[in-house]
């Protein structure tokens, strides 16, 4: 991927259009955050926002869709990596970086309309699941499996049990209504020693 | 409590009344599965799908949240019996109760909004939690407690852990994005069998 130096000659005009991409996606997820839903959204509230005109919108997305798409899937924290010995271990990783995601009230926002708006915008809500929510979902299902084939795990993991365990144990606290209280620090170790527990030979 | 009863002679206007409430119960549900935000209802669109006046539902509710409260707190199943001997036949009637809950694209509809909507209806968010939300919690809680209790869990069961961990891993298959394929039958089985083995003794 070509990236841009410092002192490196740019085509004309270059920055600025990089410039206005990142004010267009900022300004949607401003709005988003603020509560504005898909349907409410429109690209000239958007262009206007942003200080740029409808057209330098169009120029780059086919529509709402595809940039609210867009603005949704630059917020995701990228995957951490999860090659370290033991289950446990990438287990923690996986659980830290949801709970720490969770504290953006930004994050939090737009996960909330991703979950709610997929009755009304089921392409939209396909293509956040194919680019955000399935690489996640096949990364910690092949640290159980791998924990499995070690021996680390009983042979017998009910896998997609094991999964929706952990990463409904830290949704469940982030995520659903009712949890007020601040999230305890030390949630990540206890999600993963409760769980694996029931999952060790 | 008084309820009518057949042959009671009753005050005029009163099953008119009633019949009107739960039209007006009716069409809220309706607009909301429909993909209504809370935002976007109207008192006067929900009079005209309802077939009544706006005052007829301003003499009953104070003003949009709280039909909206009353309309989503009239589409939760209520909670099942909890007094089952051992532990896991009450999870089991727990995780029913939410399985079950999920086929309705109603049900499904509305605690997309009840989550979605906390950010921007605090109110209708914190009431929400308090008629539907935290009696439920507080059953199952009491569930574990019990099992804690009674030797049939561990002594140093982390209860609030256990709990996310048994509530979660259902929402995650019923309310999270990405699980497209029909529920297994047996999914309340398996995550209270495999939750419930990592608390025992």
């Not at 988003?32 to 120029?59: D, N």
């Not at 293509?127 to 924990?147: D, K, N, T, W, Y």
Request: charge should be neutral; proline fraction near 5%; include cysteine.
């Amino acid at each position: 991927m070509v990236t841009d130096q410092v002192g490196t000659a740019r085509a004309p005009g270059r920055p600025r259009s990089e410039k206005a991409e990142k004010a267009i996606i900022e300004a949607t997820i401003d709005m988003i955050a603020e509560g504005a839903t898909v349907a409410e959204l429109s690209i000239e509230a958007v262009a206007s926002r942003a200080g740029v005109g409808k057209t330098t919108i169009y120029r780059r997305w086919s529509g709402k869709e595809d940039l609210v798409l867009d603005a949704l899937t630059s917020l995701k924290a990228p995957l951490p990596d999860l090659d370290a010995p033991t289950v446990r271990e990438n287990v923690l990783r996986y659980l830290s970086v949801m709970q720490h995601e969770s504290h953006s009230r930004r994050t939090r926002c737009i996960m909330n309309i991703a979950l709610s708006e997929s009755e009304r915008f089921p392409h939209l809500a396909e293509r956040f699941r194919e680019i955000a929510i399935r690489p996640r979902r096949e990364a910690l299902r092949s640290v159980i499996q791998r924990g499995v084939a070690s021996g680390e795990l009983r042979h017998d993991t009910d896998i997609e049990v094991a999964m929706a365990a952990l990463t409904g144990a830290m949704l469940f606290f982030t995520k659903w209504p009712g949890n007020d209280d601040p999230l305890p620090e030390d949630l990540a170790e206890r999600i993963a020693d409760q769980v694996l527990t029931g999952l060790r030979p």
